[in-house]
């Protein structure tokens, strides 16, 4: 009878405990809960911590309160002025109304895919309103806060509010930025074939400026070094005609000397008459043959 009663007590102790264990349920800090009973809201716990329930009878849902994130996949998007957009978004939101959502949306999946929807509808309402270059950079900033907004109206019947919706990447399309590409590069080698010719040109009329230049300078310096050479020839001859008339004999002299160091410079061989006037000074120093005496 004690085994019996020990096993009785074992067994009402451990129904006791699963009891009390089924009771009570832990609400974490990045968690939110909804405590259900029959499908009916009994209590919604927002602050972490030790929460007590009737077991068996209430049910807990626990929906995460922490900012999500929703990333749109690539699409691609017409603008206003018929440029074919591929746009790149993402959003990120909370649940701030838990009974809401769940009434609505239940899963997190769920309200993943709906607000796909939303956001990729109004991307293509507002980035298909707009022109692309106000997409890409002047109204850029404008665009998305209207985009969050109209995202947003939709969210909050569901119990979601949109913290951010930013368009990350809005490019042309691969073929169409090859394109882009090939037109900029046409464009940049016109300009620098227009530069290389205006580069040119300038060369030529530095090259012709010089080549006129040298040929002045030139010329300058000709009629210069002629005046010079003029000028230094009628000194030279003005000193031979003062040497002269000072002292005709050695200028005659100075002179016979100058030929035939000339004379004998690379050929000597002359065809001349021994007797001949070019020879005085080899025949007589003085340059004239010695005066007779007289009487004989």
Same mark, same amino acid.
């Given at each position: 009878m004690k085994g019996l009663a020990g096993g009785i007590a074992a067994i009402l102790l451990a129904v006791a405990a699963y009891i009390g264990f089924s009771s009570v349920f832990t609400v974490s800090q990045t968690d939110q809960a909804l405590v259900l009973r029959f499908g009916q809201l009994i209590k919604i716990v927002q602050e972490p911590g030790l929460n007590f329930k009737l077991p068996f009878i209430d049910t807990v849902v626990r929906i995460d309160k922490r900012i999500l994130a929703l990333d749109l996949a690539e699409k691609e998007v017409v603008a206003a002025d018929q440029k074919r957009l591929i746009v790149d978004a993402f959003a990120r939101y909370r649940i701030i109304n838990p009974l809401l959502f769940y009434q609505s949306l239940k899963t997190v999946e769920i309200a993943n895919n709906q607000l796909d929807n939303f956001l990729e509808s109004a991307l293509r309402n507002y980035v298909g309103a707009s022109t692309f270059q106000n997409v890409v950079r002047d109204r850029r900033s404008e665009l998305m806060a209207q985009i969050k907004e109209e995202v947003n109206q939709k969210a909050k019947e569901r119990g979601i509010e949109i913290v951010d919706v930013r368009i990350r990447r809005a490019d042309l399309p691969?073929?169409?930025?090859? $394109?882009?590409?090939? /037109?900029? =590069?046409?464009?940049?080698?016109?300009? $620098?074939?227009?530069? /290389?010719? =205006?580069?040119?040109e300038a060369a030529q009329r530095i090259r012709a400026k010089a080549d006129r230049d040298v040929v002045v300078i030139l010329a300058e310096a000709n009629r210069d070094a002629e005046r010079v050479r003029g000028e230094g020839d009628g000194t030279r001859n003005g000193i031979f005609a003062e040497a002269y008339s000072q002292d005709k004999d050695f200028f005659s002299f100075y002179r016979s000397m100058q030929a035939y160091e000339q004379s004998l410079v690379g050929d000597t061989r002359l065809v001349l008459s021994p007797d001949s006037e070019?020879?005085?000074?080899?025949?007589?120093?003085?340059?004239?043959?010695?005066?007779?005496?007289?009487?004989?």
């Open positions: 691969d073929a169409n930025s090859q $394109a882009v590409y090939t /037109r900029m =590069q046409t464009a940049l080698q016109r300009e $620098a074939a227009e530069f /290389r010719a =205006q580069g040119q070019f020879f005085r000074y080899f025949r007589f120093p003085s340059g004239a043959p010695p005066a007779k005496a007289s009487g004989q």
